[in-house]
């Protein structure tokens, strides 16, 4: 039995997440969450087989979910759900530790797929955002983003929602100091001075949904 659980901010995604699964002999869900803090939790109490992960949620982010489950080393695998189909904003979800990515117009044959290759220990990614993948590789295409450690990534991302480097230090177990030289570092390492620049070039690159963040949105004006 795959056991899986739903992390989203939308109830109505996880509604349809569910009643897809639920109906499959060979998969249980066994929790929900609206938030990452949320499905984290979830994650540590239920160790699931699988988690499928939105990335773009309040609070903390699905790539911030992704990199704390595979730093802490817990054996639930991560798909990640979303409506970005970049090739370079998976790239970093892979990189981060996700084994799965699909977009939210995926098939219902589409998610039961990855659902149980992905719970077998194997890769799975959306057919369109492997050929991007693969060609972007092949003509040497990159993100400037590319250039960022999975902690500096974090740190943007946290940056970008309008948090403090004081409740960023909390939220990762770092200093303010530290957070402040990772700060400096991903500022250089992308040629940005401003938060304000960061969020626009995160935007540019997928890894800002200004629709559904407001933080972003009163960024970007």
Excluded: W
Excluded at 43 to 61: E, F
Excluded at 84 to 98: E, H
Aim: charged fraction near 20%; include cysteine; aromatic fraction near 2%.
């Amino acid at each position: 039995m795959i056991k899986v659980v739903l992390i989203d901010d939308h109830e109505l995604v996880r509604t349809g997440f569910r009643m897809i699964l639920q109906q499959q002999p060979d998969i249980q869900i066994c929790g929900e969450a609206g938030t990452a803090e949320e499905g984290l939790r979830l994650i540590r109490a239920k160790t699931p087989d699988i988690a499928l992960v939105d990335v773009h949620m309040p609070g903390m982010s699905g790539i911030e979910l992704t990199e704390r489950v595979s730093r802490s080393k817990l054996a639930t695998h991560i798909i990640i759900v979303t409506v970005v189909d970049d090739a370079r904003f998976p790239k970093r979800l892979l990189d981060a530790g996700a084994l799965g990515y699909l977009t939210k117009g995926c098939t219902s044959e589409e998610l039961l797929d990855a659902v149980r290759q992905v719970a077998s220990g194997r890769r799975y990614l959306a057919p369109a955002v492997a050929q991007q993948l693969a060609l972007a590789t092949l003509d040497g295409e990159g993100s400037p983003f590319d250039a960022l450690s999975s902690r500096e990534l974090e740190v943007a991302m946290m940056l970008v929602r309008g948090k403090a480097l004081t409740t960023i230090g909390e939220q990762l177990n770092l200093s303010p100091k530290t957070v402040s030289t990772y700060k400096q570092r991903l500022m250089e390492k992308l040629q940005v001075d401003h938060v304000i620049s960061l969020a626009h070039l995160m935007t540019i690159h997928g890894l800002l949904d200004t629709h559904n963040n407001q933080v972003g949105n009163n960024l970007l004006g």
